[in-house]
């Protein structure tokens, strides 16, 4: 019977630390999320001055606004942005909830329910009817479409053959 308690209590610990990781990752991805709104937040400010008070560029014969090159330099950052939140961060956090996952599996073997990780999970697929995967998609997709129109729309509308 102490053996059992004792084990319940280590697989306890274990699971705790396990949420631990879950959150840390959880903590990263959303400062990367802040950081990268930041950043573009700046750069497209930066266009919008640019575009009041700038110049134009001319590249071999062809000129266009300044303003350009800072929307299309955020589409270069926002990309990275998502490449490192969505196959760098989301995939380590993915690795913690499965882990967490499995451990909440072996605690159910014995008296104690936990299911937090499942619950989680759960939750996050009923929302949009989306996993979490698809939702961090849609997020930085549906940015990079508008700052991809605002460049269209002030380079090939700045544009000029010289």
Do not use: P
């Not at 071999?60 to 942005?81: G, K, Q, R, T, Y």
């Amino acid at each position: 019977m102490g053996e059992e308690k004792g084990n319940d209590e280590l697989q306890i610990k274990v699971w705790e630390k396990t949420v631990d990781v879950q959150m840390h990752f959880n903590d990263l991805c959303l400062k990367v999320r802040s950081l990268a709104v930041s950043i573009l937040g700046v750069l497209l400010g930066a266009s919008a001055i640019s575009y009041r008070f700038g110049g134009i560029v001319t590249v071999n014969d062809l000129e266009f606004h300044i303003a350009a090159v800072f929307i299309a330099l955020s589409m270069m950052i926002w990309a990275a942005f998502y490449s490192m939140d969505r196959y760098w961060y989301h995939e380590l956090l993915k690795g913690a909830v499965r882990h967490g996952r499995e451990v909440e599996k072996a605690l159910s073997k014995s008296s104690l329910i936990i299911s937090l990780s499942d619950s989680i999970r759960d939750a996050s697929h009923n929302s949009l009817n989306k996993n979490a995967a698809s939702k961090l998609n849609w997020f930085y997709m549906s940015i990079l479409l508008v700052q991809f129109a605002m460049f269209l729309v002030v380079f090939f509308g700045s544009l000029k053959i010289a």
